[in-house]
């Protein structure tokens, strides 16, 4: 069964940590991407990857960082936590064209 | 740029109703996919249906049903004889050739289907 798998389901973390969230995809997929969600605004990209140690900025990339060392694993680094990073962070992957994505269970994460 | 909206913040009806929840997007492509995507409370998200922009056809799939007009940049979903468990988050998405297969949601509609 394929699969995006999410390291963490819950987080909590203080203020100022860096935080690491890790995504592993098993499909072979180009394209990784991560999203974070919030209550009424839906999903934002906050940055996506199209190949190994390649990296694009999505809409809200401000406080945020991404690694790509390996086709499969996606990193999501908070440099410095700040509450209002308190968020639901899913990560998808997908074939380059025509997209079909796949997303991990998400990971709740709580800056305290 | 891409953009997909979704004006129905909340949607609340009784079991057995209809109901279509709207979306309308933007793009300059005119090759693209569209999405819609259910959030149960559990939070994951479920793949509904994926329809590329050069196939007009409605789909129907067991009671849930899907209008794609590209002439008004709509991609509504109606759901037939609404169940309780039809509560969720449903998501329209929009992902366009030329933006790398990035995807693009709305804000998202809450259904709450109540017995």
């Known amino acids: 069964d394929v699969k995006v798998t999410q390291s963490s389901r819950y987080l909590v973390k203080r203020t100022g940590e860096k935080v690491f969230l890790e995504c592993v995809q098993d499909?072979?997929?180009?394209?990784m991407f991560w999203y974070r969600q919030d209550p009424g605004l839906g999903l934002r990209l906050i940055y996506f990857?199209?190949?190994?140690?390649?990296?694009e900025k999505g809409d809200i990339p401000e406080g945020y960082s991404v690694s790509r060392e390996k086709k499969e694993r996606f990193s999501l680094i908070l440099e410095s936590a700040s509450t209002n990073q308190t968020s639901m962070y899913l990560c998808?992957?997908?074939?380059?064209?025509?997209?079909?994505?796949?997303f991990g269970s998400g990971t709740r994460l709580t800056v305290v | 740029a891409q953009k997909v909206t979704q004006a129905q913040t909340e949607i609340s009806v009784v079991e057995k109703e209809d109901v279509t929840l709207d979306c309308v997007y933007e793009?300059?492509?005119?090759?693209?996919?569209l999405f819609w995507y259910k959030q149960p409370p559990s939070g994951e998200l479920v793949f509904l249906i994926r329809r590329n922009s050069f196939d007009e056809q409605n789909e129907i799939s067991g009671r849930y049903s899907w209008n794609f007009q590209k002439s008004t940049s709509s991609f509504n979903f109606t759901i037939t004889a609404s169940q309780v468990v039809d509560s969720a988050v449903y998501f329209c998405?929009?992902?366009?050739?030329?933006?790398?297969?990035?995807?693009?949601f709305g804000e998202g509609t809450q259904l709450t289907v109540n017995p």
């Open positions: 499909m072979d997929h180009e394209n």
């Open positions: 998808a992957s997908s074939f380059v064209w025509p997209p079909s994505y796949t």
């Open positions: 990857s199209y190949d190994v140690k390649m990296k």
């Open positions: 793009t300059r492509d005119t090759t693209y996919y």
């Open positions: 998405a929009l992902s366009e050739e030329t933006s790398g297969s990035r995807l693009t």
